[in-house]
């Protein structure tokens, strides 16, 4: 039984240049790692089926709030600032992409609007505890979606 996707989103024909906000690294062999590393994310990224596109959208959310937290804690305001913004990226990409037959996008859409407009207050105010709150809600999406991948097979 095929999953009923609830997002209006296809593959990428080719993937995006990415914009490097970090510092280029010295070493040889830190770059190439990076290079073998983007090359493994482009395949993943072309031959995933649309639900395991969305489930790699929602580990990426959870990724980004919990390196923002760990930057945080370091007190790195401009990592933490860039981690923050990556998971609002996210988050919008998966709320304008959503399609809105179904019922369930409605809730989708306000969950959505909730987690980014508490992302952005966690960045103006580089509070963890919100962070925190906003990773539970990630994590949930993520997980949810997991099982509905299993279910659906």
């Known amino acids: 039984m095929a999953m009923q996707n609830i997002y209006n989103y296809q593959k990428p024909k080719m993937m995006p240049k990415s914009i490097n906000t970090m510092k280029p690294q010295a070493n040889l062999y830190d770059t190439r790692k990076a290079t073998v590393n ?7 990224v072309m031959s995933a ?3 395991e596109l969305t489930l790699m959208l929602y580990e990426g959310i959870v990724k980004f709030i919990k390196q923002a937290m760990l930057y945080n804690d ?3 305001v401009e990592k933490t600032h ?9 988050i919008t990409e998966l709320d ?19 987690m ?12 963890t505890a919100i962070m925190a709150e906003i990773l539970v809600f990630a994590e949930d999406l993520r ?11």
């Open 49 to 51: 089926k649309p639900e």
């Open 82 to 90: 860039t981690a923050l913004m990556r998971a609002q990226a996210i």
């Open 116 to 127: 980014n407009a508490r992302l952005l207050d966690a960045n103006l105010e580089k509070e």
């Open 143 to 153: 997980d949810t979606w997991k099982e509905a991948m299993v279910l659906a097979r």
């Open 96 to 114: 304008v992409t959503l399609n809105e037959e179904y019922e369930v996008s409605q809730n989708l859409k306000q969950m959505y609007g909730y």
């Open 38 to 44: 983007d090359q493994y994310l482009e395949q993943k």
């Open 74 to 76: 370091q007190k790195n």
